[in-house]
């Protein structure tokens, strides 16, 4: 997906001002085809792309750095996204797939990968394109997570290639949310109105 400037978030829909606070002089800069669900509270200089979604009582704070997320991205339900002063941004690519209660810290996701339910990834830490992070792993500051892997465990370790079917669950998991949302904010809309 072709990259486009985004504006900051002063012409949103005022159901989303309750969701969208600045910080200093950054304001959360947010394509108007992102989902923000209920909870959602996104903070300072933070851009999110083309048909991402921000799933119940997320927390995204780019305050004392910036966080950028790319297109397609889906971050589920309680996840927390902070950095670190002046040292760490956040950097999550295209389609990728951030599971329930996970927490990212100044790291770097590249394009069509998996974070598992509740896993940490701190600072400086990278995980690269096609590799997945199991469900409560800790990824330690500074760990690669290699292209093409599962990586599990506290701290996290590689345990294993990843499979075809693996790899190429990748896009259909993001496809799957942007399905997800699209079915939630039908939904919404026939509650709203009544229906």
């Not at 997320?69 to 389609?95: A, E, K």
């Not at 998991?173 to 509650?191: H, P, W």
Request: charged share 25%.
């Amino acid at each position: 997906m072709e990259e486009k400037q985004l504006e900051p978030a002063r012409n949103l829909k005022s159901v989303d001002l309750d969701k969208l606070f600045p910080y200093l002089n950054n304001v959360p800069r947010i394509d108007e085809s992102v989902f923000l669900a209920g909870g959602v509270k996104i903070i300072g200089d933070v851009q999110i792309g083309e048909g991402s979604s921000v799933w119940y009582n997320t927390v995204i704070r780019g305050d004392v750095h910036y966080i950028k997320i790319g297109c397609g991205t889906n971050i589920q339900d309680c996840s927390m996204l902070h950095v670190t002063n002046g040292r760490y941004p956040l950097n999550i690519g295209n389609r990728v797939t951030i599971g329930h209660s996970v927490n990212l810290h100044g790291c770097t996701l590249n394009d069509l990968c998996l974070i598992g339910i509740g896993a940490i990834v701190l600072d400086g830490a990278v995980v690269e394109e096609k590799s997945m992070v199991a469900a409560g792993t800790v990824i330690r500051p500074k760990f690669v997570v290699p292209s093409g892997k599962l990586v599990a465990g506290v701290p996290g370790k590689v345990i294993r290639d990843l499979t075809d079917e693996e790899l190429a669950d990748f896009e259909k998991s993001a496809l799957r949310y942007i399905k997800y949302t699209e079915i939630t904010v039908e939904s919404l809309r026939g509650f709203h109105l009544g229906k």
